[in-house]
């Protein structure tokens, strides 16, 4: 081959490299990752990624060459010279594949089995599916509607179902896990990414499926251990009180009747002054929209970052406990 030629097929090749990488890196294809596990399987997603790239860099040089240098002239109608394989490229291009798909088993191989250790002390919680909640109960015995676990420890999540088949998701984590009556399936999970992602059933079970989703709250190890403690004592107080904890507005919010110091959000001991300053009627009514539809008014200040889940989360009665709760103030 001439020394041009290769210069020609290697350019080519490098701009073709170079758009996919763009579309690769510029388009945010995967959500941030909030969990070890997931930092590994995206790993082994970009691995394979950027061998996709090379393969297609060398595939789209040859086929645009040889389109451009051998295409037929107008008034060519010969065949082309009559070719008879050439075992020389076809190991070629079959061993380089073949390492590299072996090279893809064995990082996915390594990333499943560290995917599945839990150590020796994993946090174990119970995980039930139900047509359409999920409840996830503690090795204390409480139960809640969503799922609040510490940073920095491993999560062993004991998956069932008491009806259809569903299947638990939270894509900040990567993993997905069929929850199937009578049987017990588990994921590991090692949280990193403090905040409040989405739990998801992500497998059709009816007519509620799409209202089937939860949250999880990753906090920071003394915020799980408050939390852990306020939830046990979640059945003493006001009613509002134990709504509020169970839906982990304290993580979030300081509110003193509930010994809640979070700093994400408005301090809600001051809620009849910004309410005032909000001019969005009554106490009342400021405070059920701010919880139902926290982005009908964002407080200065502050981002959208409250969680949209709760109109649909708290029931009606629970939500008016709240509400009530909120109002009396500190
Ligand atoms: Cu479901």
């Known amino acids: 081959m001439r020394r041009g030629s290769i210069i020609q097929l290697t350019a080519i090749g490098l701009v073709a490299g170079a758009i996919c990488t763009v579309v690769a890196l510029a388009i945010p294809w995967l959500p941030v990752s909030a ?5 590994r399987i995206h790993f082994v997603f970009w691995f394979t990624t950027v061998i996709c790239i090379c393969v297609f860099s060398v595939v789209a040089a040859v086929l645009i060459y040889s389109v451009w ?7 060519d109608d010969s065949d082309g010279p009559p070719t008879h394989g050439n075992t020389q490229l076809e190991i070629v291009w079959t061993a380089i594949p073949a390492v590299l798909v072996t090279a893809i088993s064995i990082v996915s191989a390594i990333v499943l089995a560290q995917n599945g250790h839990a150590g020796t002390n994993p946090l174990i919680i119970k995980v039930d ?8 109960t503690y ?5 809640f509607g969503f799922l609040t ?3 920095g420890r491993h ?8 009806d259809v088949i569903h299947s638990f998701w939270v894509p900040q984590l990567s993993q997905k896990q069929d929850a199937v009556p009578g049987q017990h399936n588990s994921i590991v999970i090692t949280p990193t990414r403090i905040g409040t992602y989405p739990v998801i059933c992500t497998e059709l079970c009816g007519l509620g499926h799409a209202l089937m989703r939860s949250h999880i709250n990753i906090v920071s190890p003394a915020g799980y251990a408050t939390w852990v403690k306020q939830g046990s004592a979640a059945s003493a107080g006001p009613p509002g009180l134990a ?7 304290g993580g979030c919010h ?6 809640a110091t979070g700093k994400v959000g408005p301090d809600l001991d001051n809620l009849a002054q910004l309410a005032k300053q909000a001019k969005r009627g009554a106490l009342d009514a400021f405070i059920e929209e701010s919880i139902v539809k926290p982005q009908a008014y964002i407080q200065p200040g502050f981002s959208d970052a409250m969680p949209h889940i709760f109109g649909t989360q708290i029931p009606p009665d629970k939500l008016k406990q709240l509400v009530q709760y909120l109002a009396k103030g500190p």
């Open 35 to 39: 969990g070890q596990e997931a930092d």
């Open 69 to 75: 240098k051998f295409r037929a002239g107008p008034d």
């Open 129 to 136: 599916a139900r047509q359409f909640a999920w409840k996830f």
């Open 139 to 143: 090795p204390n015995g409480k139960s």
């Open 149 to 151: 676990v510490p940073t």
């Open 155 to 162: 999560v062993k999540l004991d998956i069932t179902s008491e």
């Open 243 to 249: 709504v509020f904890q169970q839906n982990g507005c």
């Open 254 to 259: 300081t509110f003193k009747p509930a010994a």
